[in-house]
C-alpha cells in the first residue's frame, strides 16, 4: 500500500507534543529527523536527546486528507502560518528487502571479513565473522569500528587475551577470538551491548572463550595483552587511569571513536603510560595506538 508522509520543521523542545497530535489525527508512525547537520555524540543511557531544529515525519494511509491536519498545525501557537512542511507521495516497497540490501560483506585488513547472516561470505578460507544489525552499536559499516578492526587485523592474536572497552555489539572482540585471540573480555555500560555481544559470540562459536561485564562486576586485578576502546573522546580521556592499568607492560593499546583534532591531546595524555604511534585515520576520525611501558 502507497503512503503520504507529511515533513515538517520543529524543535527539539516541541517535536514530541507534535508527534502526539499527530498520532492522534491518524498518523501510523512518526519518526524524528536532523534538520541541520547537528551530530549527537554518546546520550547517556535512557535519555534520547534531539537536534536544535528537528524534522517530524509523520506517515498516513495514501488516501488520508491532510488539509485538516496542516490547518491544526498552522493554529498551534509555536508552529503557526509560518509552519515550515512538504507533504511527499511514499511509493510502496518491501523495506526490509531494501534494508538487507543495503548491507554487504566488508573486508578489513588482509584476513577478516564481517558478513551479515543472508549474504554468502565471499571468501570462505577468510576470518569471517557472521554479524547481523542490531540495537548495540558495531557493525563495521562506522569509520571508527573500521579502524579498530583493521588495526585487529594486523596483529598477531594467536594465545593472547583482549579486552573490548566499549564493546557494543562485541564486534571487536568476536573479531579478535575469531583472528586467534585465546580469550576475550567485553565490558559495556549498557545491558543491551552485553546481550548483543553474547548473542553474536554465540553465532559465531566463541562464546566460551568471551566474558562479558557491566562494568561494576568487572573483576578486579583484571589485565589483558591487548585493549581496544572505540568509546569517543570524552570517555577516554576520563577513563584513561582506569584503561591504562587494564594493559600489561609490553600490551598493546587501540583507542578509537576520537575526531582528528582530538587526536592529540588523547595521545598525550595516554603517552605517560604507553610509547605512542602516529595516529591512523579514516574520514574525520581517528585511531590511536601504543604500546604499554614497563612502568
Ligand atoms: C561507539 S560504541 C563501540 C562499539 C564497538 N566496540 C565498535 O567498535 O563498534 C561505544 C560503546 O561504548 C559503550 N560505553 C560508553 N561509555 C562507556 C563506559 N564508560 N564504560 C564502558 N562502556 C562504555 C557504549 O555503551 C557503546 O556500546
Not at 516541541?14 to 498518523?27: K, Q, R, Y
Not at 592474536?157 to 564493546?167: E, P, R, T, V
Amino acid at each position: 500500500m502507497p503512503w503520504i508522509q507529511l515533513r515538517l520543521h520543529s524543535s527539539s523542545e516541541h517535536a514530541d507534543a507534535i508527534s502526539d497530535l499527530l498520532m492522534d489525527e491518524g498518523s501510523v508512525s512518526i519518526t524524528f529527523e536532523d534538520g541541520k547537520d547537528q551530530p549527537i555524540f554518546e546520550p547517556k543511557l535512557g535519555e534520547t536527546p534531539l537536534w536544535n531544529d528537528t524534522v517530524v515525519v509523520a506517515l498516513f494511509d495514501a488516501d488520508f486528507d491532510l488539509a485538516p491536519v496542516v490547518d491544526m498545525l498552522k493554529s498551534l501557537p509555536f508552529l503557526g502560518s509560518e509552519l515550515k512542511y512538504k507533504i511527499e507521495q511514499i511509493e510502496d516497497k518491501d523495506w526490509v528487502r531494501e534494508w538487507m540490501d543495503s548491507y554487504h560483506p566488508i573486508q578489513f585488513g588482509k584476513r577478516l571479513w564481517i558478513c551479515p547472516s543472508w549474504r554468502e561470505v565471499p571468501d570462505p578460507e577468510a576470518v569471517n565473522v557472521i554479524l547481523d544489525p542490531g540495537l548495540a552499536f558495531g557493525t563495521g559499516t562506522h569509520p571508527t569500528t573500521a579502524l579498530c578492526l583493521e588495526w585487529l587485523d594486523s596483529l598477531d592474536l594467536a594465545g593472547k587475551d583482549i579486552i573490548d572497552f566499549g564493546c557494543g555489539s562485541g564486534i571487536l572482540a568476536v573479531a579478535a577470538l575469531k583472528l586467534g585471540a585465546a580469550k576475550a573480555t567485553g565490558i559495556d555500560i549498557d545491558y543491551q551491548a552485553i546481550d548483543a555481544s553474547r548473542d553474536n559470540a554465540q553465532r559465531n562459536q566463541v562464546e566460551d572463550r568471551l566474558a562479558l561485564y557491566l562494568p561494576e562486576d568487572q573483576p578486579a586485578g583484571l589485565k589483558a595483552e591487548v585493549l581496544v576502546a572505540n568509546i569517543l573522546a570524552g570517555p577516554l580521556r576520563e577513563l584513561a587511569p582506569l584503561i591504562q592499568a587494564l594493559v600489561q607492560p609490553g600490551g598493546k593499546l587501540a583507542l578509537s571513536g576520537l575526531l582528528k583534532e582530538q587526536a592529540a591531546e588523547i595521545s598525550e595524555c595516554y603517552a605517560q603510560w604507553f610509547d605512542m604511534d602516529q595516529p591512523a585515520h579514516k574520514d574525520d576520525w581517528s585511531r590511536l595506538t601504543g604500546v604499554r611501558k614497563s612502568l
